[in-house]
């Protein structure tokens, strides 16, 4: 059975704390990505990786990094959490080619404090 | 940039009703389509997709139409079940790659 795990289901942080989720895939896919979820704003995309320590930024960068030192992990790390990355963050991995299936992590929540 | 439109919810239906989710994307290049489903407490799973023009995807009594002329991948049910209460996202690949950029989702609520 194919598997993305998030290393949390429920976070709290404090302000100004660095934060880690962390994802693994044991599907062997080339593509990861980092997606927070917000209600009336859909799923926007964080950073995605194409390969080992290879990244991407998507539509809002701004306060997170990743690495991706092992195909199969890709981090996600806030480098100094604010209250507005109060989110569910979710985390996918798809393989290359046309129309391939996504598959996705259960999601973390992070509540900043 | 690329982008998807659903209609916005939320959407409540009694079951056995008819569903239709409207999605309409505009992209560069020849995306690929696809329904995305996420049911309460659990994560985002595909529901069925299309990769070219007039295709029909189908999966659990759902189906939807690659309409390129109008650029548009509407999601039908002819009856709905409770069991359908979820979170349904409209979902194109960007630009020939495999990144995907989601329409905001509509809510489906049904009632018995």
């Known amino acids: 059975d194919v598997k993305v795990t998030q290393s949390s289901r429920y976070l709290v942080k404090r302000t100004g704390e660095k934060v880690f989720l962390e994802c693994v895939q044991d599907m062997d896919h080339e593509n990861m990505f980092w997606y927070r979820q917000d209600p009336g704003l859909g799923l926007r995309l964080i950073y995605f990786?194409?390969?080992?320590?290879?990244?991407e930024k998507g539509d809002i960068p701004e306060g997170y990094s990743v690495s991706r030192e092992k195909k199969e992990r890709f981090s996600l790390i806030l480098e100094s959490a604010s209250t507005n990355q109060t989110s569910m963050y979710l985390c996918?991995?798809?393989?290359?080619?046309?129309?391939?299936?996504?598959?996705f992590g259960q999601g973390t929540r992070l509540t900043v404090v | 940039g690329d982008s998807v439109t659903q209609m916005e919810g939320p959407v409540t239906l009694s079951e056995e009703a008819f569903l239709t989710i409207n999605c309409t994307y505009t992209a560069t290049g020849y995306p690929s389509l696809f329904w995305y489903v996420q049911y309460p407490g659990e994560g985002l799973q595909l529901l069925l997709k299309a990769t070219k023009a007039d295709d029909k995807g189908s999966n659990k009594g759902f189906e939807a139409t690659y309409r390129k002329e109008t650029t548009s991948f509407h999601l039908e049910k002819g009856s709905v079940q409770v069991s359908d209460s979820a979170v349904y996202f409209c979902?194109?690949?960007?630009?020939?790659?495999?990144?995907?950029?989601f329409g905001k989702g509509t809510k489906l609520t049904v009632n018995p």
């Open positions: 996918a991995s798809i393989n290359r080619g046309r129309g391939t299936e996504a598959f």
């Open positions: 990786s194409y390969d080992v320590k290879m990244k």
């Open positions: 979902v194109i690949t960007q630009g020939g790659s495999e990144k995907l950029v």
